[in-house]
């Protein structure tokens, strides 16, 4: 049984060779749809062996990464982000996954997330299950939302190993990719036809960031994890006013 590791990567020239190091001793395949970067992405990529098909940067990412997961030939399909390194532990799961006849179409793997310059244990961010590994032609990106995981025909189990996240080791970092989900989310509520009204107000710009700075700050004990998790609490939180303020904006202009 073959395996083909897949990517969509947009400017990650910082993080691909550590990403594609982390499988090139036990993937078959390595494939890299790139969103046209401008910085050495696509050449870093080509030197490590993997087969490189330049594409639009386009603001729903899900689409590329489908595209990489239908451009891929192996049995198995492993979807990683740029930003993310296979464990040794990990790497010897999926090796005896390939080598079997597993019943399931998919595994859920188990990430460690580096926020800030600390591993988040708290917050409800570990583990992170996330379905990365599944038989070619069992899952797919329905393209819809930002939050989306794959949708899988089959049956889903759990592996052990991580998979290690770089998620934000900078501020910088972390803003600019909460700029792009917020404007992802905010096409989100235009789409859903949400109304602008003094309810839909209170409730994106009080009621969900209030909630989610709660559980995940509160009930999920993102204290423990120190500064870095009030961070992680409160731009979570923040996510859902400045997404509504954007909808708003669009709105306006729209409308003008």
Known sequence: MSLSVVLATYNEEKNITS??????????ELIV???????????????????????????MFHTNKQMAIEAASGDWILQLDADEI??????????????????????????????????????????????????RGKARFPQKSVHEQLEVDGEVKKLTGHLIHHTAPTLARYVNSANRYTS??????????????PQQT??????KPCR???????????FMDGFPGF??????????PIAYMKYWEQERMRKK
């Not at 209170?202 to 009621?207: A, G, I, L």
Request: hydrophobic content about 40%; overall charge positive; some cysteine.
């Open 33 to 59: 749809v790139d969103g046209s970067s401008t910085d050495q992405t696509r050449e870093i990529a080509r030197r490590l062996g993997a087969k490189v098909i330049k594409t639009e940067n386009l603001p």
């Open 86 to 135: 296979v464990s040794k532990e990990l790497e010897r799961k999926i090796r005896k996954i390939i080598k079997t006849e597993s019943p399931a179409s998919a595994f859920a793997i188990p990430r460690k997330n580096y926020f800030l310059g600390r591993w988040l244990r708290k917050g409800g961010q570990y583990p992170d299950n996330v379905i990365r590994l599944f038989k």
């Open 19 to 28: 990403c594609l190091k982390s499988v090139k001793g036990f993937a078959d």
């Open 231 to 240: 961070v992680f609490a409160l731009f979570s939180g923040l996510h859902w």
């Open 184 to 197: 992802l989310t905010a096409q989100e509520l235009k789409q859903q036809r949400i109304k602008l009204s």
């Open 212 to 222: 989610t700075f709660f559980l995940n700050y509160v009930r999920h004990k993102g």
């Open 202 to 207: 209170f409730k994106f710009v009080v009621f």
